[in-house]
């Protein structure tokens, strides 16, 4: 089985940066669009920054880039992974207080190498899954408003003030929690059925959408996979989004002709496989000079956080 990824990311018209970081076939992806092929395993990832705490654009860049990293099977422990995430965007917020309670949600597809599939979730960023022309929803919304809905405590989010309906009550990199990591896995081999797809939107998208709209927009046979997504962002800015949107699509293709209709391009198979192993390459270069420096980043936080404690206790 191989398997189609394109992201795309918009900062929307309202905000000055774009806290959302897409994870596609080991790249980070933080502006515009982009597509890859690639063959199980994989992950595939949006991260969104929370609202209201800082630098939440490091925040998720930090965590894609990590999972980018990551030699990813189906022996890989993925919540020690989301763990060490945590701790590190922990270590790396401490170190300014630009930086502070930096956080992230996380919302993740995980494929193995036989093509199990699961769902990771930590926050409100969602996945979907669309299958004989419907779309349900895979991921369960982390917030208050539906942590007191499964209680009992309230009939509907709009029992709740507005600012209270969407707050995350779990996150990756809160200083006073761990994150609560959702799992699901999928029932049905990921490609079964011939239209099954993916996405992974950030709240920003999905909260502007509705399901309709996001089954029209599948439905539609003279766009390309990317075209669609493209549209789908550019939907709900229209329907008045003031957040950043971004939204991540994984397709599995089997023939040319399947790759055609996704992408609109031929599929050179000798081509594309020389491409797509340099590019990993690189990428793995990247990540591993980027993820050193980040650790002597931390670890030269915690040595300054260590030195200002003992000379606080000595005063």
Same mark, same amino acid.
């Given at each position: 089985?191989?398997?189609?990824?394109?992201?795309?990311?918009?900062?929307?018209?309202?905000?000055?940066?774009?806290?959302?970081?897409?994870?596609?076939?080991?790249?980070?992806?933080?502006?515009?669009?982009?597509?890859?092929?690639?063959?199980?395993?994989?992950?595939?990832?949006?991260?969104?920054?929370?609202?209201?705490?800082? $630098?939440?654009?490091?925040?998720? &860049?930090?965590?894609? +880039?990590?999972?980018?990293?990551?030699?990813?099977?189906? +022996?890989?422990?993925?919540?020690?992974?989301?763990?060490? %995430?945590?701790?590190?965007?922990?270590?790396?917020?401490?170190?300014?207080?630009?930086?502070l309670n930096m956080q992230? /949600?996380?919302?993740?597809?995980?494929?193995?190498?036989?093509?199990?599939?699961?769902?990771?979730?930590?926050?409100? +960023?969602?996945?979907?899954?669309?299958?004989?022309?419907?779309?349900?929803?895979?991921?369960?919304? &982390? /917030?208050?408003?539906?942590?007191?809905?499964?209680?009992?405590?309230?009939?509907? +989010?709009?029992?709740?003030?507005?600012?209270?309906?969407?707050?995350?009550?779990?996150?990756?990199?809160?200083?006073?929690q761990y994150p609560d990591?959702?799992?699901?896995?999928?029932?049905?081999?990921?490609?079964?059925? =011939?239209?099954? /797809?993916?996405?992974?939107?950030?709240?920003?998208?999905s909260d502007f959408i509705?399901?309709?709209?996001?089954?029209?927009?599948?439905? %539609?046979?003279?766009?390309?996979?990317?075209?669609?997504?493209?549209?789908?962002? *550019?939907?709900?800015?229209?329907?008045?989004?003031?957040?950043?949107?971004? %939204?991540?699509?994984?397709? =599995?293709?089997?023939?040319?002709?399947?790759?055609?209709?996704?992408?609109?391009?031929?599929?050179?198979?000798?081509?594309?496989?020389?491409?797509?192993? $340099?590019? *990993?390459?690189?990428?793995?270069?990247?990540?591993?000079?980027?993820?050193?420096?980040?650790?002597? *980043?931390?670890?030269?936080?915690? $040595?300054?956080?260590?030195?200002?404690?003992?000379?606080?206790?000595?005063?």
């Amino acid at each position: 089985m191989n398997y189609y990824i394109y992201g795309y990311t918009d900062k929307g018209p309202y905000r000055l940066k774009n806290e959302d970081a897409m994870l596609v076939n080991r790249v980070t992806v933080t502006k515009g669009g982009y597509g890859s092929v690639c063959i199980a395993p994989f992950l595939a990832a949006v991260c969104d920054g929370v609202g209201g705490e800082k $630098a939440g654009e490091l925040a998720s &860049q930090i965590c894609t +880039s990590t999972l980018a990293g990551i030699e990813f099977d189906s +022996s890989v422990d993925l919540d020690r992974v989301i763990m060490s %995430i945590h701790n590190k965007i922990i270590r790396t917020g401490v170190s300014a207080d630009s930086t502070l309670n930096m956080q992230t /949600t996380l919302c993740m597809l995980a494929v193995e190498e036989d093509g199990t599939a699961n769902c990771c979730n930590v926050g409100d +960023s969602r996945m979907y899954r669309y299958v004989n022309g419907s779309i349900r929803q895979l991921s369960t919304d &982390q /917030t208050y408003s539906r942590f007191l809905y499964e209680k009992g405590e309230i009939a509907s +989010s709009a029992d709740l003030v507005p600012e209270m309906q969407n707050a995350i009550v779990s996150s990756i990199g809160s200083l006073v929690q761990y994150p609560d990591i959702q799992h699901l896995r999928f029932m049905k081999l990921f490609g079964e059925e =011939p239209d099954d /797809t993916v996405l992974i939107c950030s709240d920003g998208l999905s909260d502007f959408i509705t399901r309709d709209e996001f089954e029209i927009a599948m439905k %539609i046979t003279s766009m390309t996979f990317a075209e669609k997504l493209e549209a789908l962002c *550019q939907l709900a800015i229209r329907n008045g989004s003031t957040d950043n949107v971004s %939204i991540v699509g994984i397709k =599995p293709w089997n023939t040319p002709e399947e790759y055609k209709a996704l992408t609109g391009l031929a599929f050179n198979t000798l081509k594309d496989e020389e491409a797509v192993k $340099a590019q *990993q390459e690189c990428l793995e270069y990247e990540e591993r000079f980027r993820n050193a420096k980040l650790e002597e *980043q931390s670890e030269n936080s915690l $040595a300054a956080l260590f030195a200002d404690l003992e000379n606080f206790k000595n005063m």
